[in-house]
Antibody, heavy 118, light 114 residues
Framework: EVQLVESGGGLVQPGGSLRLSCAAS????????MHWVRQAPGKGLVWVSR????????SYADSVKGRFTISRDNAKNTLYLQMNSLRAEDTAVYYC???????????WGQGTLVTVSS | QSALTQTASVSGSPGQSITISCTGT?????????VSWYQQHPGKAPKLMIY???NRPSGVSNRFSGSKSGNTASLTISGLQAEDEADYYC??????????????FGGGTKLTVL
């Protein structure tokens, strides 16, 4: 059974940093692209970033480019999202998702809430 | 980058059929057969219902179907059931200059089963 478990969310002040993790199990993690998608309270889904299977290629939404960094450790079956220079508008539930055939988020974790507030 | 355009809300009675549309551009919906649809119940993670415009993952009811014409994709739910009440999101691969190789989501459609 595919399982994705996010962690690392919490309350952080504007300008602060946070690193999210996503522990994967039930599939060959190193063979799949992975995505981060966020959802602000009461709002829709917004794609944040993706990374290919061997970490040679990444892509970011314009709103986070230069502030967020996606990475992975295939030996640990773990996906990461380093978030710097956080803003109030980054407040959201952050989901990690497996990328079926790369660009199709198929299985999703339950999400971790990030709140940026003073 | 702009989100794909979806109607904010749609409603139907049990047993009826409804259709949700999703409009993009030639850089996303119109340019590729990589449209997906997700169902999200309150407080839950999204669930993939349709991929590659019209394919259903294993375990998804055949009451759910997808199609595309030009820059607009559609999700049809037939034989509406109470448990279908949820938010639905479309998504597409995009080759836009801003988010090359990324994913665009629609703004979401709230389905109410009357």
């Amino acid at each position: 059974e595919v399982q994705l478990v996010e962690s690392g969310g919490g309350l952080v002040q504007p300008g602060g940093s946070l690193r999210l993790s996503c522990a994967a199990s039930g599939f060959t993690f190193s063979s799949y692209w992975m995505h981060w998608v966020r959802q602000a309270p009461g709002k829709g889904l917004v794609w944040v970033s993706r990374i290919n299977s061997d970490e040679s290629s990444t892509s970011y939404a314009d709103s986070v480019k230069g502030r967020f960094t996606i990475s992975r450790d295939n030996a640990k079956n773990t996906l990461y999202l380093q978030m710097n220079s956080l803003r109030a508008e980054d407040t959201a539930v952050y989901y990690c998702a497996r990328g079926y055939r790369g660009h199709i988020p198929d299985y999703w974790g339950q999400g971790t809430l990030v709140t940026v507030s003073s | 980058q702009s989100a794909l355009t979806q109607t904010a809300s749609v409603s139907g009675s049990p047993g009826q059929s409804i259709t949700i549309s999703c409009t993009g551009t030639s850089s996303d919906v119109g340019g590729y057969n990589y449209v997906s649809w997700y169902q999200q119940h309150p407080g839950k993670a999204p669930k993939l219902m349709i991929y590659d415009v019209s394919n259903r993952p294993s375990g998804v009811s055949n009451r759910f179907s997808g199609s595309k014409s030009g820059n607009t994709a559609s999700l049809t739910i037939s034989g509406l059931q109470a448990e279908d009440e949820a938010d639905y999101y479309c998504s597409s691969y995009t080759s836009s200059r801003v988010v090359f190789g990324g994913v665009l989501f629609g703004g979401g459609t709230k389905l109410t089963v009357l």
